[in-house]
């Protein structure tokens, strides 16, 4: 039920980020980035708040008082559900269906995430030298220009059409042959 919850939250919390991110396009960089962040964070955050709203709002067990209760004994105590899980009662039905869709969905998305990464090792294992170290030395000089302090390779590569940039601990800048 949080999935279900999540895709109307997540689709409400998209629509509000593509309006603040509209009105802040001509805004700097850090700051539409540190917004995309914002919201993100806030995705992620959904389904915590879902799942703490869903414990504090479990079934209880309810009496209209305390002396009723003693003198007509359990059959007095009656549960109460939530009101949420009241409203939501037409969804049971197809919640497995939409737990096996959703969990297709993340081993789908886990696998091409995978196989990228993947590709991305075999490219950079497969770079090669530079045949004149001069390319190597402007971009070195440009990185102290930056002030960065740590150092990239620049390869060349067959198996791309454009640059790329690649790595965070170890960056790689491939150049196609």
């Known amino acids: 039920l949080a999935i279900v919850h999540f895709i109307w939250q997540g689709l409400l919390v998209g629509l509000v980020a593509w309006l603040v991110m509209l009105l802040a396009r001509n ?3 850090q700051a539409r980035y540190a917004i995309a962040c914002l919201f993100l964070l806030l995705c992620a955050l959904l389904p915590i708040v879902q799942l703490m709203l869903r414990s504090s709002s479990e079934p209880v067990i309810k009496a209209l ?3 009723a209760a003693l003198e007509v004994g359990p059959s007095f105590y009656r549960m109460v559900e939530p009101a949420w899980y009241v409203q939501s009662a037409f969804l049971q039905p197809i919640l ?3 737990l096996v869709l959703w969990i297709a969905g993340v081993a789908i998305f886990s696998l091409r995430l995978l196989l990228g990464l993947q590709w991305i090792s075999k490219t950079r294992h497969s770079a ?3 045949a004149d170290e001069r390319m190597q030395e402007v971009l070195d000089d440009l990185l102290r220009r930056m002030e960065m302090p740590q150092t990239v390779l620049l390869r060349m590569c067959s198996q791309i059409d454009t640059p790329m940039a690649m790595g965070i601990l170890r960056p790689l800048v491939l150049l196609p042959i």
């Open 65 to 67: 008082s305390s002396t």
């Open 96 to 98: 497995p269906w939409i």
């Open 27 to 29: 805004a700097k960089p």
């Open 128 to 130: 090669m030298q530079l």
